[in-house]
């Protein structure tokens, strides 16, 4: 049975130095450090599940998302969870619509950031309760239209005919370099591979154009983030002049909430629609942008890497195929393989496709260890590294 | 002569308990503290000149604001004022551009806010410097179009021409009831008078529509907050449904940055632009807007009262009116007589119209006195509180 009284709420400032081997940086992130803000809830039913919750971050700032966690956290404590999931919209909307905090979001930023954590621990700490994994759980919710139930083994049959035959490259830092880059990468994948670009968010609109009809003839089928994420109208002005050339538009990763998707769809501002499972207000808001999603027919293709974001994003996008979208036509999620040591239910990839998490749960959970050690500042890890900088 | 070393930067977070008498709530900000994060420079100079700057919060968060300054500090620390003035643009790029800070943005919530407070602080030190209010600092700037300098005089003779003959409602609760007390009001107030609501964004786009059209006959000037202030295309519809009515959109206290503005006025999505002079990132990013206001010819109408909105947000337009705008049509600036007791400079307002402030600097400055008592948690204001609420 669903319920119990939360009756501990703590938060983790959690960070792995990666900005001293270079990964996952680009033009506009060059040094970050994988890094979430970690929550964990506690019932006071004596059954020893926990909920884990994260937000993916990267470095500095995330004790600021730390502190937007723990003045959330009246909202959480002492609430029975079956009174959360119960009213799961009335309990979504007391968070985000607190009359102080809202303030300094309102939904966005940090305390938006802050919200994502405290409910993946939640639907985290649900799945387990009710003993299966997040993606099974929302299947299995008789609210959600059932397209069909396709079998798991499709989903990696499909995925696996595709094998590895996607590759994308970052541009928007020197115009001769990426016109060489591309055509080198080009060349070495041969004309019917795909072939993806990521802008990361460098361009104004204009530049954009400009910059991406030089690049036309190397038959990316993207650009992603071409411009501010928050420039819906100039996404759209994008759009238009690049469809033509067989580029579509992608973004999606720090669009701060449904509102603004909702908007890139109207406005059709965009051609592929990537979600973020830790940006936005967990499964609840990721869900209304899915179903925007199916109703525009644009497909989803959800950011991942950064810390946990494939071990949570995996659930989302199984939801996805089995009872919204039910097709794979150009759909893929991203992976990195990298930082799944940490966690306790990691990723499972096998020939190139997200194997079906069959463990309860969001696969949130972080390994005790890893916790301990990547605390920043007083973690092994960060009082090395600190002392190191004589810091 | 502009200039020294930030040797010193000291952040506070103070609160005004204004909750306990209902001040300033509506239907969205039930139970609002106003406070501040409230930032302080000091320099190497030795001329005893410091820069203030704050960011408007309403209780609860801000304390994140509070761990985001922080975070911003290292960027400004160390650094000379020369040196930052000199290259603004590329200061206030690094500040909203830092690698791993941008994520929890970017450029929106606790850390554009914070952002705010110090960017604040460093054109009222400047300012201080100059020997100049912020507005005559502004003014003077080569590069600022200068429309005509008009005497100070007539900026208050216009207003005065209108004494206090606007008056606005808060609506969006109750439909029968906003009929039943806007009825009242525009009885009271007679027929040319100017009435404007405030629906502080509780209606989504077709219910703002609907409400408003029973409301239009009671003739409003403007609908202020319709919906989401993230909601771009949605201003837009309900705009093009209320024109024809004679109801213009207003919006822009909780818009985010320059970005969300430029297609506001992009998509014709309102008719009155109301700046925050502590969400955007400061006098910068509150200049850009004022020009692109301009450039569409959309009336800029201040948000102001929170603490030290008046204050900061006077600077603001005296420099749109004669710098850019050069006109008084349409435009007001809001004003709540509130809280000035706190700051060093408050407000002169005579004959319902702000007097330009003549003291150097952006008025940004509070009493240390009204900070060490409302400082929150340790203040005797909030200790005694906290006390009663055994806390």
Redesign the interface.
């Known amino acids: 049975m669903v319920g119990g009284r939360i009756c501990g709420l703590s938060v983790r400032d959690v960070r792995f130095p990666t900005s001293l081997g270079g990964h996952g940086?680009d033009a506009?992130?060059?040094?970050?450090?994988y890094s979430a803000a970690y929550v964990i809830l506690e019932t006071d039913v004596g059954d020893g599940l926990k909920g884990y919750g994260i937000t993916?971050?990267?470095?500095?700032?995330t004790?600021?998302?730390v502190?937007?966690v723990n003045?959330l956290a009246h909202h959480v404590l002492s609430k029975d969870l079956r009174d959360i999931v119960g009213d799961f919209r009335g309990f979504y909307r007391q968070l985000t619509?607190?009359?102080?905090?809202?303030?300094?979001?309102?939904?966005?930023?940090?305390?938006?950031?802050a919200t994502a954590a405290v409910l993946n621990a939640v639907w985290d700490l649900w799945a387990k309760q009710e003993g299966k994994p997040l993606w099974k759980l929302l299947v299995d919710m008789k609210y959600c239209r059932k397209v069909k139930l396709v079998k798991k083994k499709e989903l990696c049959t499909e995925a696996l005919k595709d094998g590895w035959t996607r590759f994308k490259v970052k541009v928007g830092a020197d115009l001769q370099d990426d016109i060489r880059r591309c055509r080198l990468i080009r060349d070495m994948i041969g004309p019917e591979k795909i072939l993806m670009m990521d802008a990361n968010?460098r361009w104004d609109v204009p530049e954009a154009v400009e910059w991406m009809s030089k690049l036309a003839e190397f038959k990316p089928l993207w650009i992603e983030e071409p411009t501010?994420?928050?420039?819906?109208?100039?996404h759209a002005t994008i759009s238009k002049a690049l469809v033509p050339l067989g580029i579509g538009v992608a973004t999606g990763e720090?669009c701060?909430?449904r509102?603004?998707f909702?908007?890139l769809l109207?406005?059709k501002a965009l051609q592929f629609l990537q979600i973020d499972s830790c940006r936005l207000g967990s499964v609840n808001e990721n869900l209304s942008v899915l179903l925007m999603a199916k109703k525009f027919e644009i497909p989803v293709c959800p950011h991942a890497g950064g810390v946990g974001l494939c071990e949570l994003v995996q659930h989302l996008i199984i939801f996805d195929f089995i009872s919204v979208s039910a097709s794979l036509k150009n759909r893929m999620c991203e992976y990195v393989d990298h930082l799944h040591e940490h966690f306790r239910y990691p990723v499972i990839i096998k020939k190139a496709s997200y194997m079906p998490p069959k463990d309860a749960g969001y696969s949130t959970e972080m390994k005790t260890d890893s916790v301990q050690k990547h605390q920043y500042p007083d973690g092994d890890v960060w009082k090395k590294l600190l002392a190191a900088q004589g810091n």
Do not use: Y
Not at 28 to 33: E, F, G, L, V
Not at 56 to 61: D, E, I, P, S, V
Not at 228 to 234: A, E, K, R, Y
């Open positions: 940086s506009m992130h060059t040094d970050p450090d993916f971050t990267l470095g500095r700032g004790e600021v998302v502190c937007a003045a619509s607190d009359g102080q905090l809202r303030w300094i979001g309102p939904e966005k930023g940090a305390v938006h950031l968010q501010s994420p928050d420039d819906i109208l100039g720090q701060h909430n509102v603004i909702k908007q109207q406005a």
